[in-house]
């Protein structure tokens, strides 16, 4: 999971492009980067680790020159979180220079690698797959370009045959020297990508494609649409929209977890809003609660800031039970789930939250959080509350049990790693340290992100086991275990 945006406009998009990726940072705090073109085609790239505020300087934004340009914060899924040569954008010099992000995971990283090199004779520096990714589309291009200019039709024909070659969850946009900016999105629409414009003063338009409609807000950008499964938009260096189809059968299922955590309450993804998904999980939790829980065992729900906030107010709501808020968040420490390694995500809990002790001391306490996945975190927070007084605890997930890895990037790879893989929940409670342990059920979640809108499913691997793209296997899901813990 990473965040990606590009622009082209009428004017430098240095200070747009590093406005947008701070709206962007929650997606990834690993690593950031920043790529731009002057109209002649000299690119200028500026990326190192770290978050947005710190990975920039004045120097370097006087450094991005150019009308057209593309940004990304990181969460590695692939590659060292720690590498700076795994920090995103990716270039190629030929054909014509290519610049590129992406945001996804690519399952078939094993058979490209061999074919990059043994058929493509094309050498790679990194493990990324985004290296991968911005090679297979120079090949294709480079095959498919007949002469010297560049029409929009050969680049939608490369990336025809990129969706033939590469298999997972990709959300990619890339600049071309020259000739303009090319998003595209994997043929299931896993990972989200956005287009808006706006009028610039003399007339013409502006262009941004991204991860999340808040960054169109936040630059009064006007919502086109989502980049459709399978579909490549070219904007030209005139600022000319060009879009095909590039995929023989697409088919939107987007990645349930964009939803039910990884995504700002603020966004609208797929026509559906972040927020008003989140009540819905809140709204099918309070009865599944109801079920599962004596009466009278909860006296207050509390949110684990800030993505359960939604939820847990609409179970407090339906269950008549008092809202309350008992964890102080330091905004000043980033999110523990993405975290680079389990050691960091143990230490940073207790500086991340504080239990006010006030809200807690002899009372039955009912915890809302957005999803359990490793438990860590978890376990932690239950000891926090008993900690600071609580008379019992229960914790309750907006997300159903996450038994199985998630392969289409999110770090959940290993599943010894997952708590829920092969417990019965009292026995996940029981390794908690919680008095009771409630999960949301997987129709539950599908219904209230899908109510009202004109998506038809959703990927909940994770929780299903149900690999959307039919490419996954027992032995790819060795073979990323073996890897990760090599």
Same mark, same amino acid.
């Given at each position: 999971?990473?965040?990606?945006?590009?622009?082209?406009?009428?004017?430098?998009?240095?200070?747009?492009?590093?406005?947008?990726?701070?709206?962007?940072?929650?997606?990834?705090?690993?690593?950031?980067?920043?790529?731009?073109?002057e109209p002649s085609g000299v690119f200028h790239i500026t990326k190192a680790r770290g978050q947005v505020r710190e990975a920039f300087r004045t120097r370097d934004m006087r450094?991005?020159?150019?009308?057209?340009?593309?940004?990304?914060?990181?969460?590695?899924?692939?590659?060292?979180?720690?590498?700076?040569?795994?920090?995103?954008?990716?270039?190629?010099?030929?054909?014509?220079?290519?610049?590129?992000?992406?945001?996804?995971?690519?399952?078939?990283?094993?058979?490209?690698?061999?074919?990059?090199?043994?058929?493509?004779?094309?050498?790679?520096?990194?493990?990324?797959?985004t290296e991968l990714l911005v090679n297979v589309l120079a090949g294709e291009l480079q095959a498919t370009v007949s002469g010297i200019d560049l029409e929009p039709d050969e680049?939608?024909?490369?990336?025809?045959?990129?969706?033939?070659?590469?298999?997972?969850?990709?959300?990619?946009?890339?600049?071309?020297?020259?000739?303009?900016?090319?998003?595209?999105?994997?043929?299931?629409?896993?990972?989200?990508?956005?287009?808006?414009?706006?009028?610039?003063?003399?007339?013409?338009?502006?262009?941004?494609?991204?991860?999340?409609?808040?960054?169109?807000?936040?630059?009064?950008?006007?919502?086109?649409?989502?980049?459709?499964?399978?579909?490549?938009?070219?904007?030209?260096?005139?600022?000319?929209?060009?879009?095909?189809?590039?995929?023989? @059968?697409?088919?939107?299922?987007?990645?349930?977890?964009?939803? /039910?955590?990884?995504?700002?309450?603020?966004?609208?993804?797929?026509?559906?809003? /972040?927020?008003?998904?989140?009540?819905?999980?809140?709204?099918?939790?309070?009865?599944?609660?109801?079920?599962?829980?004596?009466?009278?065992?909860?006296?207050?729900?509390?949110?684990?800031?800030?993505?359960?906030?939604?939820?847990?107010?609409? /179970?407090?709501?339906?269950?008549?039970?008092?809202?309350?808020?008992?964890?102080?968040?330091?905004?000043?420490?980033?999110?523990?789930?993405?975290?680079?390694?389990?050691?960091?995500?143990?230490?940073?809990?207790?500086?991340?939250?504080?239990?006010?002790?006030?809200?807690?001391?002899?009372?039955?306490?009912?915890?809302?959080? @957005?999803?359990?996945?490793?438990?860590?975190?978890?376990?932690?927070?239950?000891?926090?509350?008993?900690?600071?007084?609580?008379?019992?605890?229960?914790?309750?997930?907006?997300?159903?049990?996450?038994?199985?890895?998630?392969?289409?990037?999110?770090?959940?790879?290993?599943?010894?790693?997952?708590?829920?893989?092969?417990?019965?929940?009292?026995?996940?409670?029981?390794?908690?340290?919680?008095?009771?342990? /409630?999960?949301?059920?997987?129709?539950?979640?599908?219904?209230?992100?899908?109510?009202?809108?004109?998506?038809?499913?959703?990927?909940?691997?994770?929780?299903?086991?149900?690999?959307?793209?039919?490419?996954?296997?027992e032995e790819y899901l060795d073979w990323v275990e073996s890897s990760q813990e090599s």
């Amino acid at each position: 999971m990473c965040g990606i945006v590009g622009m082209v406009g009428r004017g430098p998009v240095n200070q747009e492009i590093y406005d947008a990726l701070l709206l962007l940072q929650h997606r990834g705090q690993d690593s950031t980067g920043i790529a731009t073109a002057e109209p002649s085609g000299v690119f200028h790239i500026t990326k190192a680790r770290g978050q947005v505020r710190e990975a920039f300087r004045t120097r370097d934004m006087r450094s991005l020159l150019g009308t057209i340009g593309l940004g990304h914060v990181r969460y590695a899924t692939k590659g060292t979180a720690s590498s700076e040569e795994e920090a995103q954008p990716f270039y190629v010099n030929a054909p014509y220079g290519i610049v590129l992000v992406h945001n996804g995971n690519l399952t078939n990283t094993r058979e490209l690698t061999d074919e990059l090199f043994h058929k493509d004779r094309r050498h790679l520096n990194t493990s990324s797959d985004t290296e991968l990714l911005v090679n297979v589309l120079a090949g294709e291009l480079q095959a498919t370009v007949s002469g010297i200019d560049l029409e929009p039709d050969e680049i939608f024909e490369a990336v025809s045959r990129v969706h033939a070659r590469v298999e997972g969850s990709y959300a990619t946009i890339a600049l071309i020297a020259g000739h303009g900016l090319l998003a595209f999105r994997d043929p299931f629409g896993i990972r989200p990508l956005i287009l808006g414009t706006r009028r610039a003063p003399d007339g013409s338009y502006e262009w941004v494609v991204t991860s999340e409609s808040l960054v169109l807000e936040n630059g009064e950008f006007e919502v086109v649409r989502d980049v459709m499964p399978g579909e490549a938009v070219f904007i030209d260096i005139d600022g000319h929209l060009h879009t095909k189809q590039c995929a023989e @059968d697409p088919q939107l299922v987007p990645c349930s977890f964009e939803y /039910v955590y990884l995504a700002r309450p603020d966004s609208i993804m797929n026509g559906i809003s /972040v927020y008003e998904a989140r009540l819905r999980m809140g709204d099918r939790l309070a009865d599944t609660i109801a079920k599962y829980t004596p009466e009278g065992t909860i006296d207050v729900v509390m949110p684990i800031p800030d993505s359960s906030r939604p939820a847990a107010m609409q /179970v407090a709501r339906k269950l008549g039970i008092e809202y309350r808020e008992g964890f102080y968040k330091n905004r000043y420490v980033g999110r523990t789930f993405i975290m680079p390694g389990q050691s960091a995500r143990k230490r940073s809990v207790r500086q991340k939250l504080n239990a006010m002790s006030s809200e807690f001391k002899g009372k039955n306490v009912l915890l809302i959080d @957005d999803s359990i996945v490793r438990g860590t975190t978890s376990k932690q927070i239950i000891q926090m509350a008993r900690d600071a007084g609580a008379t019992s605890v229960t914790f309750a997930s907006a997300a159903p049990p996450v038994r199985y890895p998630h392969v289409y990037g999110i770090n959940m790879p290993t599943r010894h790693e997952l708590v829920a893989h092969g417990r019965s929940i009292p026995e996940i409670a029981e390794e908690l340290g919680a008095d009771y342990v /409630v999960y949301q059920e997987v129709a539950d979640l599908k219904a209230a992100i899908l109510e009202g809108s004109d998506v038809e499913d959703l990927d909940m691997s994770c929780f299903d086991g149900r690999y959307i793209t039919g490419t996954v296997t027992e032995e790819y899901l060795d073979w990323v275990e073996s890897s990760q813990e090599s």
